[in-house]
């Protein structure tokens, strides 16, 4: 499968971006879905996943209450709404596909949020 991540970009504390992902497949619903980062110097983290099936959802403590992982079937699609950006959310954002209920294999190219204070 193949991921194309979009939506980063340079914003102000407090805004608000919306990440997509879209994959590849044909079986888009039963892929769990995950959203990483990784900021300089640190290693890859997870953010935010949404299962396949039920489309339940987990998140980080960190963004808890303030981003919201979804996902459009129809459009093969991920979303991650992050809103009341902090100057520590900057990083490079990656979707990761779990087609296979093995774990994240599948990777995005990533996506680069910068949050200035």
């Known amino acids: 499968v193949q991921l194309q991540a979009s939506g980063g970009g340079l914003v102000q504390a407090g805004a608000s971006l919306r990440l997509s992902c879209t994959a590849s497949?044909?079986?888009?619903?039963?892929?769990?879905m995950g959203w990483f980062r990784q900021a300089p110097g640190k290693e890859r983290a997870i953010v935010a996943a949404?299962?396949?099936?039920?489309?339940?959802?987990y998140y980080a403590d960190s963004v808890k209450g303030r981003f919201t992982i979804s996902r459009d079937n129809a459009k093969n699609t991920v979303y991650l709404q992050m809103n009341n950006l902090k100057p520590e959310d900057t990083a490079v954002y990656y979707c990761?596909?779990?087609?296979?209920?093995?774990?994240?294999?599948?990777w995005g190219q990533g996506t680069l949020v910068t949050v200035s204070s």
């Open positions: 497949g044909r079986t888009f619903s039963s892929y769990h």
């Open positions: 990761a596909a779990d087609t296979t209920n093995y774990g994240f294999r599948a």
């Open positions: 949404i299962r396949g099936s039920a489309g339940s959802t």
